[in-house]
Nanobody
Framework: QGHLVESGGGLVQAGGSLRVSCAAS????????MGWFRQAPGKEREFVAA????????YYADSLKGRFTISRDNAENTVYLQMNSLKPEDTAVYYC??????????????????WGQGTQVTVSS
């Protein structure tokens, strides 16, 4: 079974930056996809970014492209989400997700098999 652990969330002022990490263990995702989703209170879970583990191809929500960057460290089995120019509307619980399968719908939360517990990101105005 796969196990994902997020870290790095916290409180930051608007305009600031934050990096969250997701460490994967328990199984290999070398041919799969890792993704980040977020969910704000009272809102649905939304896609943030995804990266293919082997080729490193990245995908972003259109509204976040240019401010957020997803990357991976194969040796450390860790995926990162660098968030810049943060806005109060970025406040949410950020979840890491993973699948070892090759998927086409990486923007859909139901395509992923494993989830982390989430890390809170709060952006103050």
């Amino acid at each position: 079974q796969g196990h994902l652990v997020e870290s790095g969330g916290g409180l930051v002022q608007a305009g600031g930056s934050l990096r969250v990490s997701c460490a994967a263990s328990g199984r290999t995702f070398s041919s799969g996809t890792m993704g980040w989703f977020r969910q704000a209170p009272g809102k649905e879970r939304e896609f943030v970014a995804a990266i293919s583990w082997s080729g490193g191809r990245t995908y972003y929500a259109d509204s976040l492209k240019g401010r957020f960057t997803i990357s991976r460290d194969n040796a450390e089995n860790t995926v990162y989400l660098q968030m810049n120019s943060l806005k109060p509307e970025d406040t949410a619980v950020y979840y890491c997700a993973a699948t070892s399968r090759t998927i086409l719908n990486m923007r859909s939360w139901y395509a992923y098999d494993y989830w982390g517990q989430g890390t809170q990101v709060t952006v103050s105005s």
